[in-house]
């Protein structure tokens, strides 16, 4: 069973390489994910289940995500030539800074940029940015929390990453 799992995040690994512009060392996919064109990821990342459109998606070192995350940086053009829109496709820049972590069911529009070390509460749907070490959940996703930004950088500094 263990070798199953294995050969199955190798197999899913792959794909998402193949799919985005760009990949650093150490990618993980463990579950069924699809990543755009125009995705560039970091190094240590590790992906659970996630769906990213062919916006600009740019994701630092050490992100992790939850079960069915999705990051939503495409969309139809509702002020085009037809309702309720037309052919035409709006792409939107989304950028996650490292050691980033989003708990399962996250949602992320485009137009957004999430700070280094940030925690996302599952289920939240993230329609702004959200700042450095900051802890936000809800929908619309709003900062509930920091991290000790005191233990984050001596963490950091010390290189103990998960």
């Known amino acids: 069973m263990r070798l199953y799992v294995k050969v199955k995040q190798?197999?899913?690994t792959a794909r998402v390489r193949r799919q985005c512009a760009f990949a650093g060392i150490d990618l993980?996919?463990?579950g069924r994910s699809n990543v755009g064109k125009n995705t560039c990821l970091g190094d240590h990342v590790n992906f659970n289940g996630m769906l990213i459109l062919n916006g600009e998606c740019r994701i630092g070192n050490y992100f992790h995500?939850?079960?069915g995350c999705q990051i939503l940086n495409q969309n139809h053009d509702?002020?085009?030539?037809r309702i309720p829109y037309d052919d035409q496709t709006?792409?939107?820049k989304v950028v996650i800074e490292d050691c980033v972590w989003l708990g399962n069911n996250v949602i992320i529009i485009g137009n957004v940029h999430i700070g280094e070390g940030a925690i996302i509460q599952a289920g939240s749907v993230v329609t702004g940015d959200i700042p450095k070490c900051a802890i936000a959940?809800?929908?619309p996703a709003k900062v509930f929390k920091y991290r000790d930004i005191e233990?984050?950088?001596?963490?950091?500094?010390d290189r103990a990453f998960f």
Do not use: D, F, I, T
């Open 10 to 12: 190798m197999v899913l």
């Open 28 to 30: 993980r996919v463990n």
């Open 65 to 67: 995500s939850g079960r």
């Open 78 to 81: 509702y002020e085009g030539k």
């Open 90 to 92: 709006v792409y939107k």
């Open 137 to 139: 959940g809800g929908n």
């Open 151 to 157: 233990h984050y950088e001596k963490c950091k500094a």
